[in-house]
């Protein structure tokens, strides 16, 4: 995790029997719209069979001053 994004507010979701390519397009598509920073990559855990079983993004970090943006 970068230093930037350890105070920064993100999102999280679990797929219980792994994640199919539209269900991860889908979240991707609304963590976007959650004003997720260009830059932040999606961190995901796998399974013993390499499917995706969570995915958790930055939707939003936090200024100098102390505020969200």
Same mark, same amino acid.
């Not at 994640?19 to 991707?28: C, F, Q, R, S």
């Not at 719209?33 to 013993?48: E, F, I, K, S, Y």
């Given at each position: 995790?970068?230093?930037? *994004?350890?105070?920064?507010? +993100? #999102? +999280?979701?679990?797929?219980? *029997?792994?994640?199919?390519?539209?269900?991860?397009?889908?979240?991707?598509?609304? /963590?976007?719209?959650? $004003?997720?920073?260009?830059?932040?990559?999606?961190?995901?855990?796998?399974?013993? *069979?390499?499917?995706?079983?969570?995915?958790?993004?930055?939707?939003? #970090?936090?200024? /100098?001053? $102390?505020?969200l943006?």
């Open positions: 995790m970068r230093s930037e *994004d350890r105070n920064a507010r +993100q #999102r +999280q979701r679990t797929f219980a *029997d792994g994640a199919t390519l539209a269900e991860l397009e889908k979240h991707l598509a609304s /963590l976007r719209t959650l $004003g997720a920073p260009g830059d932040a990559h999606p961190r995901v855990g796998v399974n013993d *069979d390499y499917e995706i079983t969570w995915m958790t993004c930055v939707v939003e #970090r936090r200024a /100098l001053d $102390g505020s943006r």
